[in-house]
């Protein structure tokens, strides 16, 4: 609890694998600030249900043929009724040290911000270098609050945000409507945009950090993209409001090239483009 006010925790989980007990460990490390622990299980058959029970969680399920991440994270804002604040994370998001009272301390001063993320590192054994740069240019090393008077000079990226490792007062989300529930894909930008364009603010905090590692195939790449471009494709009113996405994405690429090239990775190019076209085509085709 942080001034009297009350802190749930959320994790959506399917078939966490070994790998979440370290998950768990780790909010057992930053707990002490967290009243209720909570996960919507969407069918898992190995032992995801019982590793979140012995670790405090209560725990809900529901069928993964109605499964979407706008609907779980409603649901668990429902069921955590009672907390002025949701942390969300993922199955796979380790907390780093003190990040739960990092991204508390930043949200909790600022009645109009309905959303504060938290910065994302990768573990270079469970990465490589592709996902370690992209961390670096979505995720700066400044904390920051933004609003929509930084549409101009941000475009698409001033409803930036991430479900990995973010935290909502859950009175505001309230007030505009919650996760809508056919949403399966960019929850987080879609919950920013409808923040923003509602007078509400963003926070990013640089010092409450997870690892968040992945290591994606072309094919999950494209099939990631393919995701993002149904997302915008369905909600075309966020990038005629905020700016093209598409625009970003080429920041991207000329970012990622100059680094390789920095680092002394020039030859890595060639697969870094296709990696771009991977996206592209999944983008395109969403």
């Known amino acids: 609890m942080i001034d009297g006010k009350k802190v749930g925790l959320f994790l959506p989980t399917l078939n966490a694998g070994e790998n979440f007990k370290e998950t768990l460990l780790r909010i057992d490390n930053n707990k002490s600030i967290v009243d209720r622990l909570l996960i919507i299980d969407s069918g898992s058959n190995d032992n995801t249900v019982n590793l979140a029970q012995e670790h ?8 993964k043929s109605v499964f979407t991440h706008g609907l779980v994270r409603k649901k668990a804002s429902h069921r955590l009724n009672d907390c002025d604040f949701i942390v969300y994370m993922t199955q796979d998001a380790l907390l780093q040290q003190d990040a739960l009272n990092h991204l508390l301390s930043f949200i909790e001063p600022h009645d109009d911000m309905l959303v504060a993320y938290g910065k994302q590192e990768v573990q270079m054994d469970k990465s490589n270098i592709f996902e370690y740069e992209a961390r670096q240019f979505n995720y700066p090393e400044h904390s920051r609050i933004k609003s929509m ?3 101009d000079t941000l475009g698409i990226k001033t409803v930036f945000s991430s479900d990995a490792f973010a935290v909502y007062n859950r009175h505001l989300l309230e007030s505009i409507g919650n996760f809508p529930e056919e949403v399966n894909f960019e929850e987080d930008m ?3 945009a409808r923040g923003i364009m509602s007078g509400l603010t963003v926070g990013y905090c640089a010092e409450a950090k997870i690892y968040h590692s992945h290591h994606y195939t072309l094919a999950q790449e494209y099939k990631r993209y393919r995701s993002i471009g149904n997302f915008h494709k369905t909600y075309p009113w966020i990038q005629n409001k905020f700016g093209s996405n598409e625009h970003e994405g080429f ?9 390789l090239v920095k680092h002394g990775r020039p030859q890595l190019i060639f697969y870094s ?9 999944g983008y395109k085709l969403g």
């Open 190 to 192: 879609y919950m920013a």
């Open 56 to 63: 405090g969680f209560d725990v809900e399920t529901i069928d």
């Open 251 to 259: 920041k991207s690429v000329i970012t990622e090239w100059k680094f």
């Open 273 to 281: 483009g296709l990696r771009v076209i991977a996206k592209y085509v």
């Open 149 to 151: 008077a930084d549409k």
